[in-house]
């Protein structure tokens, strides 16, 4: 009886609604479930990743701000060659010059408020000139363990260390510590000194801190090494070696991954510093970055226990005015035949409510079938940009998905591969907007894909910001130079159409032809190559990578021309400078044209050289304020030579009419010292060689310098000093004769009676009795 009653209610219309209403109910929530909790975690997870990467490049533009600001304030020292000569200066017992550079080394200090500390330390002579205990001994000096260990080691011009100073000091605090060479570029096995800067390490601290971050979340700061050097305070974590996080040292500098650490699972993300080695890390478990995702989940049981509860009542309530659906249909069939007839209707309310239901059904396809499309368009892009690398390529289903995207490449056949490059982009976009940039390429793009290369044996994809690329896949049976000559016929086309369309100016690179898909990567560096190779051969060309493969040999830097441009830069000769600037650029283009990277080197090494020669010759010299902040960058960004040998040449001229303002200026003061310094030291023995050597300038500059500055000769200045002191002392003193001349710095009496004499005309007493007898007769008078 039981089963029957109960095989009924299986059979009853409430039954049926029901399982139709809670089975569709289940299955859209499912689905739609599913989806939305995968979508939403690969979403919270990049949202994460984005926000821990901006706070740890936060972090480290923080310290290299810092460590830049310290570095450019210590210039002026480890670019001073006075400091290279600071024993010399010592053993001579030079006490004027080593007050001034012990006070040169205090203002530095005192003008930044990032150093604690600096000292210099000669490694020869066993001595250190320090801000806190000046020049001692190294055996006195409380930092001797770090330094004696300088010698031990080569010296990284990057290199920064994170220790805590010894005892000796005030207290112990944490420090950053820099080390330079003096001088810069050495030859020897050790360098003349060590420059040691000690940096306030409590900005690190304070920068971490003020970033706010999820409780949870562990900021760490650790050196090449992997040894932590500071964390977050907030954090529970005590944390001495970063390795347990990631591997040291990084096999890229900027990566983000899961990780199960103390048995939960963690995002880990960091950012290296490739300047000076120091790695950002940023760890949160996964729990905190989906936690709003398990309370959407117990809502989902919430209003799935609510959907049951709706489909008991809304199947009661069908059950009871719909006996059978298929009943019901065929009903609404029949009424709609009825109407055609021109007999009276059924319910045209529910033909019009089914009608709306499929309407909508089939808006939602085509917005479905959209939505699809923009997916597969950005999946074909993503992959044949994929392609130029060499993971990609050694998949195995790479043909397949060639094939998937209609792209009908042979395998075995020829591929090259061309890139489009736009001269002077970065003067482009700096005079337009990132909308007109896209347009442009787009409009670039579309050239390409429809007047060009439309074909099965082809695809062109973006690959930078400046990079369109074209992949030409040719058949195997082709020989190698047909291939060429086709491959370079398609360029032509390119280029005269781009050219023919747009009033902006590009460069093509063509690879080499190879054999096999797998090849594409080889294809696509060879074409970036031969694009780059415009910096010898100019801007607007076609360029072949055969045409620019490099030889093995090696190319000398041109010294002695280096020194010749130097020598003259020194002298403030413009005519010299010219001349052997046009020797270095004539040298370049007969031994160096076929490497790129070495004429980009030797430009910036001459740059280098000429800044560091000013630098020698004057050390307030400022290039970046004298030249609109002109930097070594900005000669880099030249695309071609001959914009390198502008830039450079419109630099030289620059210093050349410093030097020259500077020279004038400073002749002046120079003259004005020697004077002062000779009235001073009138009894010392004065001569053009003891003055050269207190002014550190040659005999023969010093004599030049003050006859074009007063007219006369240091030797007659030095003669009229001496007469013009005797003559006051001889009328306003009672200082006998023999006194007089030992004060104005003669030998003897007589020697200083002839001088005198011959410039007078009288004996230094004739000279002082008519003196006596004028002021006798004014006062009678």
Not at 287 to 302: G, S
Not at 369 to 395: H, I, T, V
Request: contains cysteine; aromatic residues 12%; proline residues 2%.
């Amino acid at each position: 009886m039981k089963a029957k009653k109960y095989e009924k209610f299986l059979s009853s219309n409430f039954a049926e609604y029901f399982l139709y209403f809670v089975g569709l109910a289940f299955l859209v929530t499912v689905l739609l479930g599913g989806s939305l909790y995968y979508y939403a975690s690969a979403f919270m997870k990049e949202e994460a990743v984005t926000s821990n990467s901006n706070s740890l490049n936060l972090l480290r533009n923080a310290q290299e701000l810092v460590l830049s600001e310290v570095d450019k304030s210590m210039g002026n020292i480890f670019l001073d060659s006075f400091y290279a000569s600071y024993m010399d200066y010592y053993y001579r017992g030079d006490m004027i010059t080593l007050q001034k550079l012990q006070n040169r080394l205090d203002d530095v200090l005192s003008t930044n408020d990032y150093i604690e500390s600096a000292y210099i330390y000669y490694h020869r002579d066993r001595f250190v000139l320090s801000s806190r205990q000046g020049p001692v001994p190294i055996e006195d000096f409380d930092d001797r363990t770090f330094a004696e260990e300088l010698t031990s080691k080569a010296v990284d011009t990057n290199d920064v260390n994170t220790r805590m100073l010894s005892a000796g000091s005030e207290d112990n605090r944490f420090v950053i510590t820099m080390v330079k060479a003096i001088p810069i570029y050495y030859n020897t096995s050790l360098p003349m000194a060590y420059v040691v800067i000690n940096i306030k390490g409590f900005y690190l601290q304070e920068v971490i801190d003020s970033i706010k971050t999820n409780p949870d979340a562990v900021i760490l700061v650790a050196d090449a090494a992997g040894n932590v050097i500071t964390q977050n305070a907030g954090t529970s974590a005590n944390v001495r070696h970063a390795s347990e996080y990631m591997s040291f040292p990084a096999e890229v500098p900027v990566d983000s991954y899961e990780k199960e650490i103390d048995g939960a699972e963690t995002l880990v993300s960091y950012v290296s510093s490739e300047k000076y080695g120091w790695t950002y890390i940023y760890t949160v478990p996964m729990d905190v970055i989906t936690a709003k995702i398990k309370i959407w989940l117990r809502t989902a049981l919430i209003v799935s226990v609510f959907v049951i509860l709706l489909g008991l009542a809304v199947s009661l309530l069908f059950s009871k005015r719909i006996f059978d659906p298929l009943k019901r249909m065929l009903q609404l069939l029949k009424n709609s035949e009825m109407e055609e007839g021109g007999k009276p209707g059924g319910s045209l309310k529910e033909v019009t409510q089914i009608e709306r239901n499929v309407s909508r059904i089939l808006d939602r396809n085509r917005r479905l079938e959209l939505m699809m499309g923009e997916y597969e368009a950005y999946s074909r892009k993503k992959f044949l940009a994929s392609l130029l690398s060499e993971a990609e390529n050694e998949a195995s289903n790479t043909l397949e998905k060639l094939t998937y995207y209609g792209l009908r490449f042979d395998p075995e056949g020829y591929v090259v591969t061309g890139l489009l490059s736009m001269d002077d982009y970065g003067k482009y976009c700096g005079e337009h907007t990132e909308k007109a940039r896209n347009e442009l390429f787009l409009g670039i793009l579309d050239t390409l894909e429809n007047d060009l290369l439309l074909h099965e044996n082809s695809f062109i994809v973006e690959a930078e910001t400046n990079q369109l690329v074209w992949v030409m896949n040719y058949p195997a049976i082709l020989a190698a130079s047909e291939v060429k000559e086709l491959a370079y016929a398609v360029a032509k086309n390119v280029h005269a159409s781009i050219h023919e369309r747009y009033p902006f100016s590009f460069t093509a690179g063509i690879s080499s032809p190879y054999k096999g898909i797998a090849n594409i990567p080889k294809s696509f560096y060879e074409a970036s190559a031969a694009a780059d190779h415009r910096l010898i051969l100019e801007n607007g060309n076609i360029i072949l990578y055969e045409s620019v493969e490099r030889s093995d040999k090696h190319i000398a830097y041109p010294v002695a021309i280096e020194k010749k441009l130097l020598s003259g830069l020194k002298m403030g000769d413009s005519a010299a400078v010219a001349a052997h600037f046009a020797d270095f650029e004539a040298y370049i283009q007969e031994h160096a044209t076929e490497h790129m990277e070495v004429v980009r080197g030797f430009f910036l090494q001459l740059f280098s050289s000429s800044v560091k020669c000013i630098y020698e010759m004057d050390s307030d010299f400022e290039l970046g304020s004298l030249m609109g902040e002109a930097k070594h960058v900005d000669l880099l960004n030249e695309e071609t030579m001959r914009g390198m040998v502008v830039y450079l040449g419109k630099v030289y001229d620059q210093i050349l009419a410093y030097l020259e303002n500077k020279r004038s200026a400073k002749n002046k003061e120079l003259t004005d010292e020697v004077k002062a310094y000779v009235t001073g030291h009138i009894a010392d023995d004065l001569t053009l060689e003891r003055l050269s050597e207190q002014f550190y300038i040659s005999s023969s500059h010093l004599r030049k310098l003050f006859k074009d500055e007063t007219g006369d000769t240091v030797k007659n200045y030095i003669q009229f000093e001496r007469m013009r002191i005797a003559k006051k002392l001889l009328a306003s003193s009672g200082l006998k004769v023999a006194d007089i001349a030992q004060r104005i710095g003669y030998m003897s009496a007589q020697s200083f009676a002839k001088v005198f004499k011959q410039e007078t005309g009288k004996t230094p007493v004739e000279f002082r009795d008519e003196y006596q007898r004028q002021i006798r007769q004014e006062e009678n008078e």
